[in-house]
């Protein structure tokens, strides 16, 4: 049979070439696959994977939840190549996902992030350039951090304000029109990344080598920058410790424009899709969401459903 790293390969290939973003799938799959041949397992079965957790380290229910369900979809595409694999149950790891409520953002919050990012070390200043831009454009946009990092510079028109997102959640593409403002600062962040380098790269936002920046490294670089400012604790060798993430400032965008259509009057129910195409969101229900997790949103919900009720 093929060698379980060549077959990953092929698997990692065939499922980008269909649009999926796999990032973090792959560094999964590379460490049970690297366990896989330190115990000398040609074939995937539920004991290697059970041995595989134990030996990983700690971690959540949640996040081996996820894990188990990276390692099921690879196993079932060798499985179909010889059913020798096993496929692990779906029960596996009982799956109790719960969504953490998302750390809201204040205006004066957000102006410290990107200030702090813009003073972070670097051999040649793209560090900083790079993470204070990145992070400003997520919080005025709503983009999650995958989609951001995979913008290429033919991706962003600096013409038209048109951002074209080809590698969203589910593989699903879709335009990202920006406000002028934000366009200003993309172009200006565009001319002083093409001077440092010395050229126009293929990536929009690079790495200090001039390189495409991993969600890895904004993630580090994020949690960096709040545990400067204050807003995580600081931890020793170079962990990121807990407290709130780059994720929430897409959580921010969102419930910030759901509060402004309240407040400016808007009927939200008739707003709502065009927030649920903004963001990328399967579907309305998965933006409803954020009237549950903001006690604030809850409230001013509520108001206007007895305004419309009546006495």
Sequence with gaps: MSDLSSELNRYLRIRRSLGYDLGTTERVL????????????EYISVMLFLQWRESFGHANQQTWSRRLGMVRLFAQWLQCLDPKHEVPQRGLIPDRTRRSRPYIYSDEEICRVVGAAAELPSNNGIRALTCSTLFGLIAVTGLRISEAVSLNVADVDLETGVLTLRRGKWGKSRLLPVSASTTVQLAAY??????????????????????????????????????????????????????????????????????????????????????????????????????????????????????????
């Design 30 to 41: 590379r460490k049970f696959v690297d366990f896989a041949k330190q115990k000398g397992a």
């Design 190 to 311: 565009a001319k002083e990344r093409d001077r440092l380098l010395g050229a126009c790269p293929e990536p929009f936002f690079v790495s200090d080598s001039g390189g495409r920046i991993t969600d890895c490294s904004a993630r580090y670089n994020f949690a960096a920058v709040c545990q400067a400012i204050g807003l995580r604790p600081k931890e020793k060798f170079c962990r990121h410790g807990h407290g709130p993430r780059i994720h929430d400032l897409r959580h921010t965008f969102a419930v910030r424009t759901l509060v402004n259509w309240y407040r400016t009057g808007r009927n939200p129910s008739q707003e709502m899709i065009k927030l649920t195409t903004y963001l990328g969101h399967s579907s309305p229900a998965r933006t409803y969401w954020y009237l549950e997790a903001v006690p604030q949103l809850l409230a001013l919900a509520s108001r206007r459903a007895e305004e419309e009720v009546g006495p």
